[in-house]
């Protein structure tokens, strides 16, 4: 039966009684996490040490003092990006798709090899001088 919902007509439990989902299959709803789950615990807790549960991932540091703002690191993370799918899909695919995989494999010594033949290395490679700065480099005057 069809009713007209209406400020005078309307019956909050009974409307409540009609829409309600009755579950009768077996739950897999773990019933040992409902503590941590309670508003009330989580509440409790956060008077007593001033602070909220954190959660099992733990913060991550390092170095990013290269990265002045947020737009500059969305831009150098979108140009990696860019990079790496400009390669290959032969290439792609030895690091699964993924970008991170591939800038852990450039960065290791080791995969010199593997990297020439992939054609990712050319064979003549510039090797920078490093000079201290007591060391004069060619073509400066000694101070």
């Known amino acids: 039966m069809s009713r007209v919902k209406n400020p005078i007509t309307y019956d909050r439990d009974q409307n409540s ?3 309600r989902f009755v579950f009768t299959g077996v739950s897999r709803t773990k019933q040992s996490f409902k503590d941590e789950c309670d508003i009330n615990n ?6 007593v040490t001033g602070q909220l549960f954190a959660g099992s991932v733990q913060p991550q540091y390092g170095d990013f003092s290269g990265i002045t703002d947020y737009q500059s690191a969305l831009n150098a993370v979108m140009a990696a990006q860019d990079s790496f799918l400009a390669l290959p899909a032969k290439i792609r695919s030895r690091f699964d798709n993924d970008p991170a995989l591939f800038v852990e494999f450039a960065s290791d010594e080791a995969n010199k090899d593997e990297m020439k033949a992939l054609g990712l290395l050319r064979e003549e490679t510039v090797k920078a001088v490093v ?3 007591s060391e004069p480099v060619s073509g400066e005057p000694a101070q």
């Open 131 to 133: 000079t201290s700065p």
């Open 42 to 47: 989580i509440l409790r807790q956060f008077n």
């Open 17 to 19: 009684a009609d829409s």
